[in-house]
């Protein structure tokens, strides 16, 4: 069954330091989005994304953050210049064109010291 | 924003229960429903999605939505050990999730 991939699974970074998170949406999947979850809080939207443009995005989502699909196949979120509350597990999903339910990738665990 | 409301429990039951989870949501615009499963560190995968009032049935897991209410439940039967994790209700309009906090259940043999 066809899944979301996201690579790294960890990554530690010092503050001030730009991260690139990466995820392979499920191939035939159109619509692309990030999230994060703070440990022990809600899962929260930060973008989506759909025919090589942002379509929409939290207040979260400041000018220290970007995504880009850089080909076919990968789909990225950068931080910039990372803060301490940046730590946090960054989940991508994906959806299909026709319908709304969105499948997630296994997450990458930012932690910033 | 409260957009979405749920018991984040702990529910802990015994092997072979009906649970029952909950969530309630104040935007009437919200169309599309979902459930997901989380385990500790993981990603949420999906378990259920349906955008209508009424009942979806898939295996042991029902998802229930009462658009007049604004409330949806999703129940177990015959709940299992592999069960225990945590229960993510999910809700859409067109495009972005709101999560609920999520319920942790636990479901002893």
């Known amino acids: 069954e066809p899944e979301v991939t996201q690579t790294p699974s960890h990554q530690v970074t010092q503050m001030g330091q730009e991260v690139i998170l990466r995820c392979v949406p499920i191939?035939?999947?159109?619509?692309f989005y990030w999230y994060r979850q703070i440990l022990g809080q809600k899962v929260e939207f930060l973008v989506s994304f759909y025919n090589n443009e942002i379509s929409e995005k939290s207040e979260i989502f400041d000018d220290q953050f970007s995504v880009e699909r850089p080909d076919g196949s990968n789909f990225t979120l950068k931080i910039r210049s990372t803060k301490l509350e940046d730590s946090a597990m960054y989940f991508c999903?994906?959806?299909?064109?026709?319908?709304?339910?969105?499948?997630f990738g296994p997450g990458t665990r930012l932690t910033v010291t | 924003q409260k957009e979405v409301e749920q018991d984040p429990g702990p529910l802990s039951v015994p092997e072979g229960a009906i649970v029952s989870l909950n969530c309630t949501y104040s935007n009437s615009a919200f169309q599309y429903f979902m459930w997901y499963r989380q385990y500790s560190r993981k990603g949420p995968e999906l378990l259920m999605y349906?955008?209508?009032?009424g009942n979806k049935e898939d295996g042991r897991f029902t998802a229930q939505v009462d658009k007049s209410s604004k409330y949806i439940s999703l129940f177990i039967r015959d709940s299992q050990p592999s069960d225990s994790a945590t229960y993510l209700c999910a809700i859409s309009s067109l495009g972005r999730l709101y999560f609920g906090r999520g319920t942790q259940l636990t479901v002893w043999p």
């Open positions: 191939s035939n999947h159109l619509y």
């Open positions: 999903a994906s959806r299909p064109d026709q319908t709304y339910e969105q499948y």
């Open positions: 349906t955008y209508s009032s």
